[in-house]
């Protein structure tokens, strides 16, 4: 039986896990333990991943499962925009279902199947929800102000303003020139946020991003709790409403914004149902790469050495749709 797939959004990598299949789920304690191993770079498995993916059931009446995201670091997120694509295209797929609600941490949110982005390229669409500004939600001190939008912040950096927008979870902003972008500013100011530091106390994911034309940006996610990573779907969704309110020359609520990311494109839209607040949907491949079968046994002891690896084969189809797209860097 597979126990484990190897799964990816724009290349952001997970290993997802359905709790559902096992006779014993395993506690949360294991589950940390076997998210910091596997994913890890050199000790985990296929070279790691971003993070964990748990798929469980779910006792609110409207969702037909539930996602909770483990960090490579063990530390705990409370939503992942491209995690969750994979895990409703796995829900779809169990399920026979569409277009379903998916409960998270904070949010129980709407997700539905897309056309393809491209042949052999699975597609989904999910919320990103609820949306806050204020210092407590994100949370973040010592910055003398109750919301960060589009203000310097010279302990960061001198020369660039910065957005903080929780999606729920935290998200730093800036929207930089092509010099900025290739510079270490983003690893400076990644590290240093997630680190001991007396700001962002919890850590922050923080994304770069460079505007490329009308509704279109490059997007770049230093990851709270990872690192750099291909790319980070709530940090995309966030910096597109953050590209809405700083830059509404360039774009559009309600708007297809393009959004590409160093591996690869996903398209966002921008809501806003005044006092209900903002939402974003993020649509994106939903790509299963590997199947991984490991005894159940195996998982709870936290042995992945026997595990049985297979490639799925649609990788390849992933790849071709990153050929086709024009790629804005270049
Ligand atoms: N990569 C994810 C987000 C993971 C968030 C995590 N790094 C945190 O907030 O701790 C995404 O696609 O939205």
Redesign the pocket.
């Known amino acids: 039986m597979t126990q484990l797939q190897k799964v990816h959004?724009?290349m952001?990598t997970?290993f997802l896990l359905d709790q559902t299949e096992l006779e014993q789920p395993l506690s949360q304690t294991e589950l940390v333990t076997f998210a910091k191993h596997i994913t890890d770079a050199s000790e985990g498995l296929l070279d790691g991943a971003?993070?964990l993916l748990v798929v469980d059931k779910s006792n609110h009446a409207d969702c037909i499962g539930s996602m909770q995201?483990i960090?490579t670091d063990g530390?705990?997120?409370?939503?992942?925009?491209?995690?969750?694509r994979t895990v409703s295209r796995h829900l779809a797929e169990k399920f026979g279902q569409d277009e379903f609600k998916v409960e998270t941490q904070d949010a129980d949110l709407h997700v539905s199947r897309e056309a393809n982005f491209a042949d052999g390229v699975p597609t989904f669409s999910v919320e990103?929800s609820p949306v806050t500004f204020n210092k407590e939600s994100l949370p973040f001190s010592n910055l003398n102000t109750d919301t960060l939008i589009d203000q310097p912040v010279p302990e960061f950096d001198e020369n660039l303003t910065f957005t903080a927008i929780a999606?729920p979870?935290?998200?730093l902003i800036s929207f930089v020139s092509e010099d900025v972008m290739e510079s270490d500013s983003l690893e400076h100011v990644g590290k240093m946020l997630n680190s001991e530091n007396p700001y962002f106390y919890d850590?922050?994911?923080v994304s770069y991003a460079k505007i490329i034309g009308r509704n279109s940006l490059f997007v770049r996610?230093f990851?709270?709790?990872?690192g750099f990573?291909n790319?980070?779907?709530?940090?995309?969704?966030a910096t597109s409403l953050a590209f809405c309110l700083n830059h509404p020359d360039a774009a559009s609520f309600e708007d297809e914004i393009t959004v590409f990311n160093p591996g690869g494109m996903v398209k966002t839209r921008v809501h806003d149902r005044d006092s209900e607040g903002y939402y974003i949907d993020?649509i994106g491949n939903a790509t299963i790469t590997h199947d991984v079968e490991i005894d159940e046994s195996d998982l709870h002891t936290n042995n992945i050495e026997n595990a049985q690896i297979s490639e799925t084969g649609e990788q390849a189809a992933y790849e071709a749709f990153v050929a086709g797209i024009k790629d804005p860097v270049d």
Request: aromatic share 2%.
């Open positions: 959004g724009s952001n997970f971003d993070g995201v960090n530390s705990i997120a409370s939503m992942c925009g491209n995690g969750l990103i999606v979870n935290p998200h850590g922050v994911n996610t990851e709270r709790g990872v990573t790319a980070c779907g709530t940090g995309m969704s993020l």
